[in-house]
């Protein structure tokens, strides 16, 4: 009696099984876990110990918290309480008083709005994570779950907090001397050479004679005749590129001395179309695109397997590994086939390969595009089209009101803003819909965009009038004070309660 007892003494609580419990086993929703029982808490389970809680068992996750179904191959699925034919949405289910959970894309909030309880989303840094499991944990943040606003504003300022143990160094402080000039032998051999790339002399066709000499110079690496608004050449290695990185490795091959050189007008002019771009929706971009993922990777990939796969196979086996949906996808793997070939083969037959397949791809935009090169577009192939649901269900006229666009996009997804796209038509089909920057000093400075169809009324002036800027890559403003918001209203709608 008289002992001091904190706020949550005797409250049982139930923990999800991401985080770690001493002594109980924590399985992270995967079969690789099955058995893993921590030798210590997380920094969210000892502090709820702490403040006096009694853990009565873990609640269920995803496989590694990635989803939102709550199905595992070690436990199964978590059902709702009030409709067990219907998921509960995530770790919760009403079973204890209070829970602790994390959320990245809603598994504090959906698993709360499904089951009826509430789940609170604190903002990054406001609970403390240790340890960290996974390599998404700086967009995930640890919350309280409750039956009730007040208990979970409770729980919050329990497991809210700094953490003085984590603001200490992981190793003794060490002075560092840093020299009169620049000491070379510092810096790492790969960035030195960067730097060595971007400050030699660059030379444009039509400009300014350069000094830069031999394959390695800078001439094999400024990929554009034009410059950045700081002056600056665009060069492979420059962060603030419009191109993609793909593009960038591949223009460095294509500006070898060895390609300079080949002997066939056609594949000369097409080098130099492609060697023009100009970071644009322009010719060249829809030739690389093109060439790219239509017959480069292909026949790439078909070269370095000739000598493993037996004969009469090798159109199977290139098939079974770039399925249709990966073809748009990660290039890093035929880049580093590029490479590897490069080196076994020889300047000379990969020189064969490129030159053979921009022939293809360029026979392939003809008829695309037409015979006049001067026309040619990537935006002209490459569109956004926003296609209603029930599009295919409604005549003409009204399918005309549901669906918004074309319109022509830029890049892929292999560039900032990713506009990947379906092989077969090169329709967009991934990207962002939603692009936000906000102020937190000046917050009516935030700007957005939205893509169409968020007010799910076509007959509003706003169900596609920020389709154009969406698709230009333009924002608009975003505000957020009472007199900036209400100076734009249009419309205000009132909720009220009639009855109970």
């Not at 590694?64 to 978590?78: C, L």
């Not at 002399?201 to 990929?223: K, L, T, Y």
């Not at 706003?462 to 100076?487: C, I, M, N, Q």
Request: aromatic fraction near 6%.
């Amino acid at each position: 009696m008289g002992d001091d007892v904190g706020p949550l003494h005797g409250l049982p609580v139930a923990h999800k099984d991401l985080a770690p419990t001493r002594g109980t086993r924590t399985t992270f929703g995967s079969l690789i876990y099955e058995d893993f029982v921590p030798d210590e808490d997380a920094l969210i389970v000892e502090r709820l110990r702490r403040a006096g809680a009694i853990t009565v068992g873990k609640t269920n996750t995803p496989e590694f918290g990635a989803g939102s179904q709550t199905y595992n191959e070690v436990f199964g699925e978590t059902l709702n309480l009030y409709d067990t034919t219907k998921t509960c949405g995530g770790p919760a289910c009403g079973m204890v008083p209070i829970a602790d959970g994390s959320d990245m894309g809603g598994s504090l909030r959906n698993p709360a709005s499904f089951c009826n309880v509430v789940g609170f989303r604190p903002s990054l840094g406001r609970v403390p994570s240790w340890p960290t499991r996974a390599a998404w944990s700086s967009l995930s943040t640890e919350g309280p779950m409750a039956r009730t606003v007040r208990d979970d504003a409770l729980l919050l300022g329990v497991i809210s907090g700094p953490v003085e143990a984590l603001r200490k160094p992981l190793e003794p402080p060490r002075d560092v001397a840093v020299p009169e000039g620049l000491d070379l032998s510092l810096i790492p051999a790969d960035v030195l050479r960067v730097y060595e790339l971007a400050t030699e002399p660059v030379e444009f066709a039509g400009g300014q004679s350069s000094d830069a000499n031999g394959m390695e110079g800078s001439n094999n690496w400024a990929i554009s005749p034009v410059r950045t608004t700081t002056g600056r050449p665009i060069l492979a290695n420059d962060p603030h590129r419009a191109q993609s990185v793909p593009s960038l490795r591949y223009a460095i091959h294509l500006s070898a001395p060895g390609m300079d050189a080949t002997e066939d007008p056609e594949v000369e002019r097409i080098l130099e179309k492609l060697k023009s771009w100009d970071c644009v929706l322009s010719a060249p971009a829809a030739l690389f695109e093109v060439w790219y993922c239509l017959y480069l990777r292909q026949a790439l990939l078909k070269r370095a397997m000739e000598d493993i796969v037996e004969p009469g196979r090798l159109d199977e086996a290139v098939s079974s590994v770039t399925p249709v949906e990966d073809q748009a996808g990660d290039a890093r793997m035929v880049l580093e086939t590029l490479e590897k070939l490069d080196k076994r083969l020889g300047h000379e037959e990969v020189d064969q390969v490129l030159s053979s397949t921009l022939k293809e791809a360029t026979e392939r935009l003809e008829g695309l595009l037409g015979v006049d090169r001067a026309d040619w577009e990537w935006g002209n192939l490459h569109q956004v089209h926003m296609v209603h649901t029930l599009s295919e269900l409604v005549d003409r006229l009204t399918r005309a009101r549901l669906d918004v666009g074309p319109a022509p996009r830029g890049g892929s997804g292999d560039t900032v803003g990713n506009t990947a796209y379906h092989l077969e038509n090169l329709r967009q089909t991934g990207g962002s819909s939603w692009r936000v920057v906000v102020d937190v000093g000046e917050w009516d400075d935030s700007m957005f965009i939205n893509s169409s169809g968020q007010s799910g009324d076509p007959a509003s002036p706003h169900y596609s009038d920020l389709f154009g800027p969406w698709a230009t890559d333009e924002t608009v403003p975003l505000l957020y004070s009472r007199r900036k918001v209400e100076a734009v209203a249009e419309r205000r709608i009132v909720l009220e309660q009639t009855g109970q």
